[in-house]
């Protein structure tokens, strides 16, 4: 049975914080289809389209019938362990840093034998388990088994933990405290058992109700942060870049309007220095100190988190201003993933559907209640997921998007 | 059952000339020099000159971006036949089978077959994760253990379904220091005590060191030729009794529990008009103990499930009641990596010409070679198995 996880012990200064060792990440064109499903916390294997023969390892043409027709299709990971061992060396770094290591060899359900990396709870030959698809802290997608059925503390797993980024005893930086959204975040961290969460506030003298309340949980500290000025962003930086854990990024300007409806670029440039600049100069200061702790004991430097928006996908013409800075916001968010994959960071970007607040007051439903959404982001933290869809409308436009994003764009132009 | 035609045999084809290049744990030579090395020990020993070599295959790991043709041109050689052999633990028996149809088909008259690798300091690692496109994207990324983690899947997995302890593997491993220091191994000295064994690190659980082969730099070579060319040259040689290759068998089986012998084990006893009571001793490929157990099982000598039963009967050493991997084997020599494939040809070939100096098994006349190699993702895919005879 995996033990539960105990609160890190105090880092001593003195001692050299240790650098990251990737774990290998080569891989082939075809098999990153395993990763590409894994971002989006689905196990996805190659069908043969003719004959119906899962593949494994992934490869170019079927095994049964060597029809060239495989498509990824989603799997549900049923199946019993073979063998199981433990690892007490390695010739890579990345193991060899977090020796012993278990793996086991599975056979799915549906045919294929699977090296995996092995829960701790999985210890007998012919136990049923549960293969799922991972990304590790190289970003690749490496399949892993868990007990079926889950296990007390399952997550507390040493292998687990270092395929997610659960914010247990992480500490986390909130950029804004004031919304609806960002108060739902601070407290499913706070549910999460992170241990610190920092929580931003651009403009003190505004009272918003929640706050009070808010700021009175002992694992909050509210820190001044307006990401539309360099200086205060490096300020804080300054306190507390060397501590963060997790950085979610949550400010944003959203006002409805397109082209025509307002005159003026103001509104515009507005939503463009938050979501857009906003991001980048958060990113030039705590993306440096994320990246140096990225192999800080237990408790590492995991993850940053951007709420941005289906609209990214796609411009929305009734919120069209807005869509575009999520869309630039989009592209830098890219860009930081690739800059921060090299040290295991792990960039999460959220494509929520509408919010259920004040600024999209004349949407129809369905809209995303700023709980639900906040819980998605933790739960996504703790999948170790790269790319989240939360909320019935963005699954729709997601699907539409993959279908023909130019499609898309003309059914949205004509108003949905 | 589809209609097979009835495979030839083997006969006139004789098999000659084993050569070592000494092994040493690490090089900064290239595979080039070793393959040089041996072949130039194959014309010393025979007295052929260069041109006299009309056929070649290589089986190397560590030649690439080159391959088989790059050697003609580096060594000067003019083959009119020539093969690219790299099948690891199978490619003594491959080599082997090859040429002496070439021969046969006087597609040429002396085939020189060269296995060479080098070992650099860390280049062992550099191979792991390239060593196929399946190791790349589906083992490697799985704690780089090597083949340490696959084996110790197989071997857990036999454990279980056969019964077989540590003990058992021990045993053999054992047995085979004792046949090493019979005549000298380069890098171990010391016996192997039966504790020692159990009480080694683990490496991947069931493996534990002993289980496992030394990665090192060298090179062994033979010439295969017509016997009557041999006798012409003077050279002790065996003759090809049979020889008998399968690939990628019983893939349906969800782990490895055997090797592909045996689909084709009636033909391989066939050709040779013999039974597994008649071989005099057993050269196998082991990279790992539970690899033996099986070409135990698969090639005839007991049934499947039975090897440990018949590790507890036995005794391995060159003068035991069951000789096995009488020059110590890979457990004890260290593996040359493709080299290592050709180790139980050439051991096969100095007993049955009487040059296993202080380790001869006595009256030896028939030998039988194992095979196995290639695991590209989770099981050995080549097998392969020769029985090799004295001249008539």
């Given at each position: 049975m995996?033990?539960?996880?105990?609160?890190?012990?105090r880092?001593?200064?003195?001692?050299?914080?240790?650098?990251?060792n990737?774990?290998?990440?080569a891989?082939?064109?075809?098999?990153l289809?395993?990763?590409?499903?894994?971002?989006?916390?689905?196990?996805?294997?190659?069908?043969c389209?003719?004959?119906?023969?899962?593949?494994?390892?992934?490869?170019?043409?079927c095994?049964?019938?060597?029809?060239?027709?495989?498509?990824?299709r989603?799997?549900?990971?049923?199946?019993?362990?073979?063998?199981?061992?433990?690892?007490?060396?390695?010739?890579?770094?990345?193991?060899r840093?977090?020796?012993?290591?278990?793996?086991g060899l599975?056979?799915?359900d549906a045919?294929?034998t699977?090296?995996?990396?092995?829960?701790?709870?999985?210890?007998?030959?012919g136990?049923?388990?549960?293969?799922t698809?991972?990304?590790?802290?190289?970003g690749?997608?490496v399949?892993?088994?868990?007990?079926?059925?889950?296990?007390?503390?399952?997550?507390?797993?040493?292998?687990?933990?270092?395929?997610?980024?659960?914010p247990?005893?992480?500490?986390?930086?909130?950029?804004?405290?004031?919304?609806?959204l960002?108060?739902?975040?601070?407290?499913?961290?706070?549910?999460?058992?992170?241990?610190?969460?920092?929580?931003?506030?651009?403009?003190?003298?505004?009272?918003?109700?929640?706050?009070?309340a808010?700021?009175?949980?002992?694992q909050?500290?509210?820190?001044?942060?307006?990401?539309?000025?360099?200086?205060?962003?490096?300020?804080?930086?300054g306190?507390?870049?060397?501590?963060?854990?997790?950085?979610v990024?949550?400010?944003?300007?959203?006002?409805?309007?397109g082209i025509a409806?307002?005159?003026?670029t103001?509104?515009?440039?507005?939503?463009?220095?938050?979501?857009?600049?906003?991001?980048?100069?958060?990113a030039?200061?705590?993306?440096p100190?994320?990246?140096?702790r990225?192999a800080?004991?237990?408790?590492?430097?995991?993850?940053?988190?951007?709420?941005?928006?289906?609209y990214?996908?796609?411009?929305?013409?009734p919120?069209?201003?807005?869509?575009?800075?999520?869309?630039?916001?989009?592209?830098?968010?890219?860009?930081?993933?690739?800059?921060?994959?090299?040290a295991?960071?792990?960039v999460?970007?959220?494509?929520p559907g509408?919010?259920?607040?004040?600024?999209?007051?004349?949407?129809?439903?369905?809209?995303?209640?700023?709980?639900?959404?906040?819980?998605?982001?933790?739960?996504?933290?703790?999948?170790?997921?790269?790319?989240?869809y939360?909320?019935?409308?963005?699954?729709?436009?997601?699907?539409?998007?993959?279908?023909?994003?130019?499609?898309?764009e003309?059914?949205?132009?004509?108003?949905? | 059952?589809a209609?097979r035609?009835?495979?030839?045999?083997?006969?006139g084809?004789?098999?000659?000339?084993?050569?070592?290049?000494?092994?040493?744990?690490?090089?900064?030579?290239?595979?080039?020099?070793?393959?040089?090395?041996?072949?130039?020990?194959?014309?010393?020993?025979?007295?052929?000159?260069?041109?006299?070599?009309?056929?070649?295959?290589?089986?190397?790991?560590?030649?690439?971006?080159?391959?088989?043709?790059?050697?003609?041109?580096?060594l000067?050689?003019?083959?009119?036949?020539?093969?690219?052999?790299?099948?690891?633990g199978?490619?003594?028996?491959?080599?082997?089978?090859?040429?002496?149809?070439?021969?046969?088909?006087?597609?040429?008259?002396?085939?020189?077959?060269?296995?060479?690798?080098?070992?650099?300091?860390?280049?062992?690692r550099?191979?792991?994760?390239?060593?196929?496109?399946?190791?790349?994207d589906?083992?490697?990324?799985?704690?780089s253990?090597?083949p340490?983690?696959?084996?110790?899947?197989?071997?857990?997995n036999?454990?279980?379904?056969?019964?077989?302890?540590?003990?058992?593997?021990?045993?053999?491993?054992?047995?085979?220091?004792?046949?090493?220091?019979?005549?000298?191994s380069r890098?171990?000295?010391?016996?192997?005590?039966?504790?020692?064994?159990?009480?080694?690190?683990?490496?991947?659980?069931?493996?534990?060191?002993?289980?496992?082969?030394?990665?090192?730099?060298?090179?062994?070579?033979?010439?295969?030729?017509?016997?009557?060319?041999?006798?012409?040259?003077?050279?002790?040689?065996?003759?090809?009794?049979?020889?008998?290759?399968?690939?990628?068998?019983?893939?349906?089986?969800?782990?490895m529990?055997?090797?592909?012998?045996?689909?084709?084990?009636?033909?391989?006893?066939?050709?040779?008009?013999?039974r597994?009571?008649?071989?005099?001793?057993?050269?196998?490929?082991d990279?790992?103990?539970?690899?033996?157990?099986?070409?135990?099982?698969?090639?005839?000598?007991?049934?499947p499930?039975?090897?440990?039963?018949?590790?507890?009967?036995?005794?391995?050493?060159?003068?035991g009641?069951?000789?096995?991997?009488?020059?110590?084997?890979?457990?004890?020599?260290?593996?040359?990596?493709?080299?290592?494939?050709?180790?139980?040809?050439?051991?096969?070939?100095?007993?049955?010409?009487g040059?296993?100096?202080?380790?001869?098994?006595?009256?030896?006349?028939?030998?039988?070679?194992?095979?196995?190699?290639?695991?590209?993702?989770?099981?050995?895919l080549?097998?392969?198995?020769?029985?090799?005879?004295?001249?008539?």
């Amino acid at each position: 049975m995996t033990m539960p996880l105990m609160r890190p012990r105090r880092k001593n200064p003195v001692l050299r914080t240790p650098q990251m060792n990737l774990p290998p990440w080569a891989r082939g064109r075809v098999a990153l289809g395993l990763t590409a499903a894994a971002a989006e916390g689905r196990l996805e294997l190659q069908v043969c389209q003719d004959c119906g023969a899962v593949q494994y390892p992934p490869r170019e043409a079927c095994h049964a019938c060597v029809s060239a027709r495989l498509r990824w299709r989603a799997q549900s990971g049923a199946g019993r362990l073979l063998a199981a061992t433990t690892l007490h060396h390695s010739n890579d770094l990345f193991f060899r840093e977090r020796l012993p290591w278990r793996l086991g060899l599975v056979q799915l359900d549906a045919g294929a034998t699977l090296v995996v990396h092995l829960h701790g709870d999985v210890t007998a030959p012919g136990q049923p388990v549960r293969v799922t698809a991972r990304l590790d802290r190289a970003g690749r997608a490496v399949v892993i088994a868990l007990p079926d059925p889950e296990t007390p503390h399952m997550a507390d797993d040493k292998m687990l933990r270092e395929m997610g980024c659960d914010p247990k005893f992480r500490k986390v930086l909130v950029s804004d405290g004031k919304t609806p959204l960002g108060q739902a975040l601070v407290r499913a961290f706070v549910a999460a058992g992170a241990d610190i969460v920092w929580v931003g506030h651009a403009e003190p003298w505004k009272k918003l109700p929640g706050f009070d309340a808010l700021s009175a949980l002992p694992q909050v500290t509210l820190v001044p942060l307006d990401v539309t000025d360099g200086r205060s962003v490096a300020e804080l930086a300054g306190e507390i870049a060397g501590k963060v854990d997790i950085v979610v990024n949550n400010a944003e300007v959203h006002r409805a309007h397109g082209i025509a409806a307002r005159r003026g670029t103001d509104a515009a440039r507005a939503e463009m220095d938050v979501n857009y600049f906003g991001l980048l100069r958060l990113a030039q200061e705590f993306g440096p100190a994320l990246k140096g702790r990225s192999a800080d004991g237990v408790a590492h430097a995991a993850a940053w988190v951007n709420l941005l928006s289906i609209y990214a996908l796609a411009n929305f013409p009734p919120h069209g201003t807005y869509a575009a800075s999520k869309a630039a916001a989009h592209s830098l968010a890219q860009c930081l993933r690739a800059e921060m994959r090299p040290a295991g960071i792990r960039v999460v970007n959220v494509f929520p559907g509408p919010v259920d607040d004040e600024w999209n007051q004349n949407l129809p439903p369905p809209k995303l209640a700023p709980d639900a959404l906040a819980r998605a982001v933790v739960q996504a933290l703790k999948d170790g997921l790269e790319d989240v869809y939360p909320g019935d409308v963005a699954q729709e436009w997601l699907e539409r998007w993959r279908e023909d994003p130019r499609v898309l764009e003309r059914e949205l132009a004509a108003g949905g | 059952m589809a209609v097979r035609a009835r495979r030839q045999g083997y006969e006139g084809v004789a098999v000659c000339v084993p050569v070592t290049v000494p092994y040493v744990r690490y090089s900064t030579r290239g595979a080039f020099w070793f393959l040089g090395r041996a072949v130039r020990a194959l014309l010393e020993t025979s007295g052929l000159r260069k041109d006299d070599i009309d056929g070649l295959t290589v089986s190397s790991f560590s030649l690439a971006p080159d391959t088989a043709v790059g050697v003609t041109q580096h060594l000067g050689l003019s083959p009119r036949w020539l093969d690219h052999l790299p099948n690891g633990g199978a490619s003594g028996v491959m080599a082997l089978r090859r040429a002496a149809r070439a021969v046969q088909a006087g597609d040429a008259s002396v085939v020189a077959c060269v296995a060479a690798d080098t070992n650099h300091v860390d280049s062992f690692r550099l191979m792991l994760g390239s060593f196929s496109q399946f190791a790349r994207d589906a083992t490697y990324p799985y704690g780089s253990g090597g083949p340490n983690a696959l084996f110790a899947f197989i071997t857990a997995n036999y454990m279980a379904r056969s019964g077989a302890r540590r003990e058992d593997f021990g045993r053999l491993c054992v047995d085979q220091r004792t046949n090493a220091l019979a005549w000298g191994s380069r890098f171990f000295r010391k016996p192997l005590t039966l504790d020692e064994y159990l009480a080694a690190r683990p490496i991947a659980e069931p493996i534990h060191l002993f289980d496992c082969v030394m990665p090192c730099a060298g090179a062994e070579a033979f010439l295969v030729m017509s016997e009557q060319r041999a006798r012409d040259l003077g050279l002790a040689y065996a003759t090809v009794r049979g020889t008998i290759e399968r690939h990628n068998a019983f893939q349906d089986d969800p782990v490895m529990v055997r090797g592909g012998w045996r689909v084709d084990l009636p033909d391989l006893y066939a050709m040779a008009g013999a039974r597994p009571a008649d071989v005099d001793f057993l050269q196998a490929y082991d990279d790992y103990p539970v690899i033996v157990m099986m070409q135990l099982e698969g090639l005839g000598f007991c049934e499947p499930g039975e090897g440990p039963a018949f590790m507890r009967a036995h005794r391995f050493t060159h003068d035991g009641s069951f000789p096995l991997n009488t020059s110590g084997g890979q457990l004890s020599s260290g593996q040359a990596g493709a080299a290592g494939g050709f180790m139980n040809v050439n051991e096969a070939l100095r007993q049955l010409t009487g040059q296993a100096v202080g380790r001869q098994v006595a009256g030896a006349r028939l030998g039988l070679v194992g095979g196995y190699g290639m695991v590209t993702y989770d099981r050995c895919l080549c097998t392969g198995a020769a029985l090799l005879g004295t001249p008539a």
